[in-house]
Nanobody
């Protein structure tokens, strides 16, 4: 069973920084793309940033220049460094790995973490 576990959320003042981490565990053969999404209650879940296994990145326009996604393939981890945070960045942030090959599912499956809350407020 694959698990994605996020950490690093919390309360931060506007203009501050946070670093989110996501650890993947389980009988994993390979993980391809990984990404971060966020959701505000009552709204759709939006892509924040994605990174390929070769570390190519793509960002939502609303975080470009402020957030940086990175990964450590050996540790099966993905990170999101968030700088210059704004109140509108307040959301639950979810880690996603859309195609993970495992012993149980060698054809690949999509996995999500349970989310970590980021609150930007003074």
């Amino acid at each position: 069973q694959v698990q994605l576990v996020e950490s690093g959320g919390g309360l931060v003042q506007p203009g501050g920084s946070l670093r989110l981490s996501c650890a993947a565990s389980g009988s994993i053969f390979s993980i391809y793309d990984m990404g971060w999404y966020r959701q505000v209650p009552g709204k759709q879940r939006d892509m924040v940033a994605v990174i390929t296994s070769g570390s190519r990145t793509n960002y939502a326009d609303f975080v470009k220049g402020r957030f940086t996604i990175s990964r450590d393939n050996a540790k099966k981890m993905v990170y999101l460094q968030m700088n210059s945070l704004k109140p509108e960045d307040t959301a639950v942030y979810y880690c996603n790995a859309p195609f993970v090959r495992t012993r149980e599912f060698p054809d690949g499956r999509d996995y999500w973490g349970k989310g970590t809350l980021v609150t930007v407020s003074s």
